[in-house]
């Protein structure tokens, strides 16, 4: 991409304006000249405006097609692009002009073209899709061509250092994805433990007990933790809760480093919590008025309308918002690649160092080795396998929460 | 005498502990309340305390005797030629005036230690180069102190442990108190941190590269996702045909605003890099990647913002014979603008904030310079923060916690306007 290729989108733009106002003015001037020389009654089908309109639309089209025809199949010939989009534009604005007419249905086409532009965008999400499982998919396939997908899902073992030469004895790392996932799930349930109480904690305390005043300070300043970037809880966990940790265990006689299972988990927790509180926070206010007042009525406490009515009723939203938490806690990269660690230790004991999916997603890819290596394709296998579970716990949960509300996840 | 069941003692036990339980209940909830925003106060208090010391940096004032013979003769200077000039030597001679009495080599290599060795030349050549003149005259100069001694200024560095583990000496501590008491030290306002591109002597380090990288990538993508994310919403919203493959599209989108970041980095390295043979480390892939994360996000918050504008309004403007896409255009998408561009803020703040696919995309790289254009090597205030803060030296730790402070800065402003744009475009309807 040279600067050049910039400045010729800049044409396109400028083309397509400049149509627009010429082509429109046109339209303009003949509307007038009609209205004073012509029959008394001569009766647009459109508007000056969606002649010009059209003609931008279909320059920029032209414009942007010729531009990615000529960056797919003939790269760097510049000077025959400019032509070509100078006169395909050209010819394309012309055509424009030789419609402009009181029967010509501009308006109608503008339409079109607008509707399908935007089919087109939204096609775009579908694309991106497509674009990450397939290119997860063909990279993982040649990954399994080296190391068989059974070995990768039952290893036990997890050491990719490959050798740097390919000559080199005993070249091949062990590729086995039972302790990265292992390690991966100890986290998440950490962050869980944490997020999940103290979220739902909150969710009920803000709807059930809180004064309006009360849940109009709480509920920002919970939603600030939504909007702190992952690396920065990541260094909060490297500086300040690792070393507390590691202080605290001390004093308890137990040895933990400082990077541990327990300070990433912990930390995940506190940036999970605004999504359980204000997943739950909404399912919780969905629960029809009627079956609070009912219980109520019964002379029920609130707490025990809230334990045996409102949250049985709320329970699948509820369970949806954990859903997603977990998602998230999976996913999450930066708090773990930071304060985690990265040896891919088989343990069940939170105190030790351990390793996760994206930990390993990032040491693999972050080398910068050439890029067939099985090391680098390892990468997109444990990939896969991320946005696979990711993928089922989203969509559980993305079908039950939408029933509380549009689910928005920024 | 008949007592009402209610008012046995065994049903008041019983009320007794029902309250009981709602009370501790209750004080769950209010813990869980108190133990959100204690976190967020731990996280923030830990950033001030270790950030907030970086915002000024100590300072050493010196006179330089700018030597002929350190320079090129007269008639073979060029900005070449300047720029190699041996001002190392002409910044030890202007350390040792001030300490005549300093004589070994070994302790003159200690007092050189004392000031910021790159940022000492550095100055004297940005200085040569800009006005050659002053060679051969004698000029102040006011360079930053090395890492050590500005940490042990700041007293971060304790002068009672035992020498020995301490890297910095009690010789260098007595010659740092002289020059304090003779006033040649100061402590300034630290605007390397903010003009200066990275560097390997955290004295010198600042985050301009990652910033104009950052915004590099931030402009990039909300070119890129705006459009796609509001064309996307308003085609769904309106003109989409109800039927399985819409539900399926909006599944979909849903899906991608839930799908980990990382993995649009992997998408970014085996489509961007791989198949279209992009660079690595540069702003426009990381654009380009960071637009395809934001736009689910950008399509979710248009989309409830359609859905708040009344329906009176378009069928208002339908029944006075508008097309369905001039009523949608001229009537429910101004009057939606608000919730879009607060929704395309926050989305924004989201992609500033966002690290683990610029990792994926090689945004990693140690860059000392400013880029210039989309197409340079560059990288972003996360991923900044990010390197700096795998050094563990407390010069470095600082300088991070200091990056974040301004990361958050930001973020709150970009909040900030989202609030103030929300308010002040709703008000005009």
Same mark, same amino acid.
């Given at each position: 991409?040279?600067?050049?290729?910039?400045?010729?989108?800049?044409?396109?733009?400028?083309?397509?304006?400049?149509?627009?106002?010429?082509?429109?003015?046109?339209?303009?001037?003949?509307?007038?000249?009609?209205?004073?020389?012509?029959?008394?009654?001569?009766?647009?089908?459109?508007?000056?405006?969606?002649?010009?309109?059209?003609?931008? !639309?279909?320059?920029?089209?032209?414009?942007?097609?010729? $531009?990615?025809?000529?960056?797919?199949? $003939?790269?760097?010939?510049?000077?025959?692009?400019? *032509?070509?989009?100078?006169?395909?534009?050209?010819?394309?604005?012309?055509?424009?002009?030789?419609?402009?007419?009181?029967?010509?249905?501009?308006?109608?086409?503008?339409?079109?073209?607008?509707?399908?532009?935007?089919?087109?965008?939204?096609?775009?999400?579908?694309?991106?899709?497509?674009?990450?499982?397939?290119?997860?998919?063909?990279?993982?396939?040649?990954?399994?061509?080296?190391?068989?997908?059974?070995?990768?899902?039952?290893?036990?073992? !997890?050491?990719?250092?490959?050798?740097?030469?390919?000559?080199?004895?005993?070249?091949?790392?062990?590729?086995?994805? *039972?302790?990265?996932?292992?390690?991966?799930?100890?986290?998440?349930?950490?962050?869980?433990?944490?997020?999940?109480?103290?979220?739902?904690?909150?969710?009920?305390?803000l709807s059930e007990y809180a004064s309006r005043r009360m849940r109009a300070i709480v509920k920002p300043i919970i939603e600030i933790l939504a909007g702190?970037?992952? *690396?920065?809880?990541?260094?909060?966990?490297?500086?300040?809760?690792?070393?507390?940790?590691?202080?605290?265990?001390?004093? +308890?006689?137990?040895?933990?480093?400082?990077?541990?299972? +327990?300070?990433?988990?912990?930390?995940?927790?506190?940036?999970?919590?605004?999504?359980?509180?204000?997943?739950?926070?909404?399912?919780?206010?969905a629960v029809p008025r009627s079956l609070r007042d009912g219980a109520y009525a019964l002379g029920a406490t609130k707490s025990e309308t809230m334990k045996?009515?409102?949250?049985?009723?709320?329970?699948?939203?509820?369970?949806?918002?954990?859903?997603?938490?977990?998602?998230?806690?999976?996913?999450?990269?930066?708090?773990?690649?930071?304060?985690?660690?990265?040896?891919?230790? +088989?343990?069940?004991?939170?105190?030790?160092? *351990?390793?996760?999916?994206?930990?390993?997603?990032?040491?693999? +890819?972050?080398?910068?080795?050439?890029?067939?290596?099985?090391?680098?394709?390892?990468?997109?296998?444990?990939?896969?396998?991320?946005?696979?579970?990711?993928?089922?716990?989203?969509?559980?949960?993305?079908?039950?929460?939408?029933?509380?509300?549009?689910?928005?996840?920024? | 005498?008949?007592?009402?069941?209610?008012?046995?003692?065994?049903?008041?036990?019983?009320?007794?502990?029902?309250?009981?339980?709602?009370?501790?209940?209750?004080?769950?909830?209010?813990?869980?309340?108190?133990?959100?925003?204690?976190?967020?106060?731990?996280?923030?208090?830990?950033?001030?305390?270790?950030?907030?010391?970086?915002?000024?940096?100590?300072? #050493?004032?010196?006179?330089?005797?700018?030597?002929?013979?350190?320079?090129?003769?007269?008639?073979?200077?060029? #900005?070449?030629?300047?720029?190699?000039?041996?001002?190392?030597?002409?910044?030890?001679?202007?350390?040792?005036?001030?300490?005549?009495?300093?004589?070994?080599?070994?302790?003159?290599?200690?007092?050189?230690?004392?000031?910021?060795?790159?940022?000492?030349?550095?100055?004297?050549?940005?200085?040569?180069?800009?006005?050659?003149?002053? %060679?051969?005259?004698?000029? #102040?100069?006011?360079?930053?102190?090395?890492?050590?001694?500005?940490?042990?200024?700041?007293?971060?560095?304790?002068?009672?442990?035992?020498?020995?583990?301490?890297?910095?000496?009690? &010789?260098?501590?007595?010659?740092?108190?002289?020059?304090?008491?003779?006033?040649? %030290?100061?402590?300034?306002?630290?605007?390397?941190?903010?003009?200066?591109?990275?560097?390997?002597?955290?004295?010198?380090?600042?985050?301009?590269?990652?910033?104009?990288?950052?915004?590099?990538?931030?402009?990039?993508?909300?070119?890129?996702?705006?459009?796609?994310?509001?064309?996307?919403?308003?085609?769904?919203?309106?003109?989409?045909?109800?039927?399985?493959?819409?539900?399926?599209?909006?599944?979909?989108?849903?899906?991608?605003?839930?799908?980990?970041?990382? %993995?649009?980095?992997?998408?970014?390295?085996?489509?961007?890099?791989?198949?279209?043979?992009?660079?690595?480390?540069?702003?426009?892939?990381?654009?380009? #990647?960071?637009?395809?994360?934001?736009?689910?996000?950008?399509?979710?918050?248009?989309?409830?913002?359609?859905?708040?504008?009344?329906?009176?309004?378009?069928?208002?403007?339908?029944?006075?014979?508008?097309?369905?896409?001039?009523?949608?255009? &001229? &009537?429910?998408?101004? &009057?939606?603008?608000?919730? %879009?561009?607060?929704?395309?803020?926050?989305?924004?703040?989201?992609?500033?904030?966002?690290?683990?696919?610029?990792?994926?995309?090689?945004?990693?790289?140690?860059?000392?310079?400013?880029?210039?254009?989309?197409?340079?090597?560059?990288?972003?205030?996360?991923?900044?923060?990010?390197?700096?803060?795998?050094?563990?030296?407390?010069?470095?730790?600082?300088?991070?916690?200091?990056?974040?402070?301004?990361?958050?800065?930001?973020?709150?402003?970009?909040?900030?306007?989202?609030?103030?744009?929300?308010?002040?475009?709703?008000?005009?309807?």
């Amino acid at each position: 991409m040279e600067i050049i290729q910039l400045y010729t989108l800049l044409l396109i733009g400028v083309l397509s304006i400049g149509g627009f106002a010429y082509n429109r003015n046109v339209a303009r001037a003949s509307v007038r000249a009609l209205r004073q020389s012509g029959p008394a009654e001569t009766r647009w089908h459109s508007h000056p405006n969606y002649h010009g309109y059209l003609t931008g !639309w279909s320059v920029a089209l032209v414009g942007f097609g010729l $531009f990615i025809i000529f960056n797919l199949v $003939f790269p760097n010939q510049v000077a025959l692009q400019t *032509v070509s989009i100078l006169l395909g534009t050209s010819l394309a604005g012309l055509l424009v002009f030789k419609k402009i007419a009181p029967a010509f249905p501009a308006r109608i086409y503008t339409e079109r073209f607008i509707k399908t532009t935007l089919l087109a965008l939204s096609g775009l999400a579908i694309l991106t899709t497509f674009g990450i499982v397939f290119s997860l998919i063909f990279e993982s396939l040649r990954f399994f061509a080296d190391v068989p997908l059974f070995d990768f899902l039952t290893g036990l073992k !997890w050491s990719p250092q490959t050798a740097v030469r390919s000559d080199q004895i005993g070249s091949s790392g062990a590729f086995g994805a *039972v302790p990265v996932l292992l390690g991966t799930f100890i986290i998440m349930a950490i962050a869980i433990g944490v997020a999940g109480p103290v979220g739902l904690m909150i969710a009920i305390y803000l709807s059930e007990y809180a004064s309006r005043r009360m849940r109009a300070i709480v509920k920002p300043i919970i939603e600030i933790l939504a909007g702190i970037p992952t *690396v920065v809880f990541g260094f909060f966990a490297l500086l300040t809760v690792g070393p507390a940790i590691r202080n605290l265990t001390d004093a +308890l006689g137990i040895a933990v480093p400082t990077q541990s299972a +327990l300070s990433a988990g912990v930390v995940m927790g506190v940036m999970i919590i605004p999504l359980i509180s204000s997943l739950s926070d909404d399912v919780i206010n969905a629960v029809p008025r009627s079956l609070r007042d009912g219980a109520y009525a019964l002379g029920a406490t609130k707490s025990e309308t809230m334990k045996q009515v409102i949250f049985p009723s709320a329970l699948p939203g509820i369970m949806a918002a954990f859903l997603l938490a977990i998602s998230r806690a999976i996913g999450e990269t930066m708090i773990v690649v930071m304060a985690a660690g990265r040896a891919a230790n +088989l343990t069940g004991n939170p105190f030790e160092s *351990v390793t996760t999916v994206t930990v390993q997603i990032v040491a693999l +890819l972050t080398g910068g080795p050439e890029f067939d290596s099985t090391k680098t394709l390892a990468a997109f296998a444990l990939g896969l396998v991320l946005f696979a579970i990711t993928l089922i716990l989203n969509i559980i949960a993305l079908r039950t929460v939408r029933k509380y509300r549009e689910v928005s996840l920024a | 005498m008949n007592v009402s069941q209610h008012m046995s003692d065994k049903a008041r036990k019983h009320l007794k502990s029902r309250y009981a339980k709602e009370r501790r209940f209750r004080f769950y909830g209010l813990s869980a309340v108190l133990f959100a925003i204690a976190s967020l106060g731990w996280l923030l208090l830990s950033l001030f305390a270790t950030g907030l010391t970086a915002f000024q940096e100590h300072y #050493v004032t010196l006179e330089a005797e700018m030597t002929v013979s350190a320079f090129a003769p007269p008639d073979q200077r060029s #900005v070449e030629t300047l720029r190699i000039a041996d001002y190392k030597s002409i910044v030890e001679n202007a350390i040792e005036a001030k300490f005549p009495d300093v004589r070994t080599a070994g302790e003159k290599d200690l007092l050189f230690a004392l000031i910021s060795e790159s940022g000492a030349t550095d100055h004297l050549r940005k200085r040569v180069v800009r006005n050659p003149d002053i %060679i051969g005259s004698k000029i #102040v100069m006011t360079v930053p102190t090395s890492d050590q001694v500005d940490q042990l200024l700041k007293g971060h560095i304790d002068r009672n442990v035992p020498e020995a583990r301490r890297q910095i000496s009690d &010789q260098q501590i007595l010659w740092l108190d002289d020059l304090r008491a003779r006033g040649a %030290i100061k402590k300034k306002f630290n605007s390397i941190l903010f003009f200066n591109p990275d560097s390997r002597d955290p004295e010198l380090a600042g985050i301009a590269s990652a910033a104009v990288g950052s915004v590099m990538i931030v402009i990039i993508a909300f070119i890129l996702a705006l459009p796609i994310g509001v064309g996307a919403a308003i085609y769904l919203d309106e003109f989409a045909p109800r039927n399985r493959l819409r539900d399926w599209v909006e599944i979909n989108i849903n899906n991608l605003a839930a799908v980990p970041s990382i %993995i649009f980095g992997l998408l970014g390295l085996a489509v961007f890099i791989n198949i279209f043979g992009f660079q690595r480390s540069i702003p426009l892939v990381g654009g380009m #990647v960071l637009a395809l994360r934001a736009f689910p996000t950008i399509v979710i918050a248009t989309r409830a913002a359609l859905r708040s504008v009344s329906p009176a309004m378009v069928d208002g403007a339908l029944s006075l014979g508008a097309s369905h896409v001039q009523a949608v255009f &001229q &009537q429910k998408v101004p &009057q939606a603008m608000p919730g %879009i561009l607060t929704g395309s803020i926050v989305s924004m703040a989201l992609v500033l904030g966002e690290t683990a696919p610029l990792l994926m995309i090689g945004m990693v790289a140690f860059v000392t310079e400013i880029p210039t254009t989309v197409t340079d090597p560059a990288t972003a205030l996360p991923v900044q923060i990010f390197l700096w803060s795998e050094s563990p030296e407390r010069a470095w730790s600082e300088r991070t916690a200091a990056a974040i402070l301004i990361l958050l800065a930001i973020l709150m402003t970009m909040n900030a306007l989202a609030i103030w744009l929300r308010s002040r475009l709703g008000k005009r309807r």
